[in-house]
């Protein structure tokens, strides 16, 4: 069975190699365009072309995909595997492949249907979230679901923490649903209609701490904005981001000080005890911040440095 293999970020990478690995003909590979990164604007390209030219494999990188057509039809390929590919597919493109497009998500259906299933999951405080292996339709990841496998999320994660564990566990079950789909004996699972969601791309917007939230909220947006694109506050006028936080737990000093605060307000100018904020239940510990062109600290070491004091507030 012929593969063609749609993928472009870091995340696709995986499962892309580990189809290679496990004896699958692929026989092309489609990724978006190069595009300039970093202040010099160096033109790059995708993680996963990178992967597949270092393997030697034809790779595609057509502007618009429906423009490809043809192109696609010539390779001759039985199934298209995507994984954040990052264009959508028009009905053209899935009449390419006899046994069908099968979409690797990040997520479970059809709850977290769209742009942003692992993101979300955090932001959300959900404690399970898996990957769907999918038919591709043409509406929006509403397609029967082929496998699924299921995972914890620890109250630790972080967005790329749980973006690592999540490709590696895509990479596993796209190996198993190939096998599957070259048997030819498998059934599909309909997602039906109830709880549908749809999470869509997250913004920078959206990455600014609001105090006015319980700490756990702030812990989850801090968990599910890093590595990007990083929840920040402002002090002085200045953006600070956050990298981490936790529940702060206040000793007799901090409780009494707090009565009298405002939301968004420093509790202790003591560096052992950390950065320590007022929130809407209580406070919360921010354990690793940067300052604008500054290195990434401990909530203490900002403290030491000076750069917030018991009486500041963040936000303003």
Not at 95 to 112: E, M, Q, R, S, T
Not at 175 to 200: C, I
Request: charged share 25%; proline share 5%; hydrophobic share 40%.
């Amino acid at each position: 069975m012929k593969l063609i293999f749609a993928g472009t970020p870091d995340f696709a990478v995986a499962p892309f190699k580990k189809l290679i690995e496990s004896g699958a003909e692929i026989v092309g590979v489609i990724t978006q365009l190069d595009k300039p990164q970093g202040r010099k604007g160096i033109l790059t390209p995708p993680p996963v072309k990178t992967a597949a030219l270092a393997l030697g494999i034809p790779v595609f990188q057509p502007e618009k995909i429906r423009d490809f057509v043809e192109e696609i039809r010539a390779l001759n390929a039985d199934v298209m595997i995507t994984c954040a590919y990052g264009q959508i597919l028009t009905q053209a493109v899935l009449d390419c492949f006899p046994k069908g497009v099968w979409n690797i998500h990040a997520g479970l259906l059809p709850k977290y249907r769209g742009a942003s299933p692992i993101q979300s999951c955090i932001l959300n405080g959900e404690t399970k979230t898996g990957v769907s292996i999918m038919k591709t339709e043409l509406g929006l990841d509403c397609g029967d679901v082929l496998c699924v496998a299921e995972t914890e999320i620890s109250e630790t994660e972080t967005y790329g923490d749980l973006s690592e564990r999540l490709s590696l566990l895509g990479a596993d079950l796209i190996v198993q649903g190939v096998k599957t789909l070259e048997s030819g004996a498998y059934t599909l699972t309909p997602q039906g209609e109830e709880g549908v969601g749809v999470v869509r791309k997250i913004n920078k917007d959206q990455a600014k701490i609001d105090f006015a939230k319980p700490a756990a909220e702030i812990i989850n947006l801090v968990r599910g904005m890093n590595p990007a694109p990083i929840a920040y506050t402002v002090l002085d006028g200045n953006k600070i981001n956050v990298y981490r936080a936790e529940k702060a737990v206040l000793n007799e000093e901090e409780t009494l000080y707090m009565q009298d605060a405002v939301l968004g307000q420093v509790l202790s100018d003591k560096p052992k005890r950390g950065l320590l904020v007022k929130c809407a239940d209580g406070a919360v510990k921010l354990t690793e911040v940067q300052a604008a062109g500054g290195k990434r600290i401990s909530g203490g070491d900002f403290i030491n440095g000076r750069k917030a004091r018991q009486g500041q507030v963040f936000g303003c």
